[in-house]
């Protein structure tokens, strides 16, 4: 027959496997929150390079480079915007998938200490089974003990 606290193990292994399945959802979302926040260090970089060294014409640009320039620069700076916003989004999927953890684990660690208190109370309640069986037994062998005297009388 198995126990209350028994039966819970298996609901405490089903939120066990939540919690890991929300761990590593969040551990996704960082990784990939890390590698936009990566590229765009990457694009401030390369903006910033071609805004200090290439930003000053010599006297044999032509305008067309010019404009050429101020093009990639402009494109630049949009991609930048981009992956701002896509970096935005990524630290709230991170916090999402960290409230959605943070939930996982206290409803686990919420099941492993009721069911510790169940198969405590459990045990009391054997306890408290084999000290009266016990004290039956002696009080039956006291009444045997002096049943026993008084038929020798």
């Known amino acids: 027959m198995s126990t209350r606290s028994q ?4 609901l ?10 929300a761990a590593h959802a969040l551990n996704e979302a960082r990784q990939e929150r890390n590698r936009l926040d990566a590229t765009l260090g990457l694009l401030r970089m390369h903006f910033e390079e071609y805004r200090l060294h290439h930003n000053r014409p010599g006297p044999a640009t032509s305008m067309a480079q010019l404009g050429g320039f101020q093009e990639f620069v402009y494109k630049l700076q949009q991609a930048i915007e981009q992956q701002e916003q896509a970096l935005q989004a990524a630290d709230a ?24 208190r169940m198969a405590h109370g459990e045990n009391r309640t054997r306890e408290k089974q084999a000290q009266k069986q016990m004290d039956e037994m002696a009080a039956r062998k006291r009444h045997g003990d002096l049943s026993n005297k008084m038929y020798k009388k």
């Open 7 to 10: 039966r819970m193990k298996s």
């Open 12 to 21: 405490i292994r089903i939120a066990s496997h939540k919690r890991e399945q």
């Open 93 to 116: 999927r991170c916090e999402q998938k960290r409230q959605a953890f943070l939930e996982m684990h206290q409803r686990f660690k919420a099941l492993e200490k009721a069911q510790g």
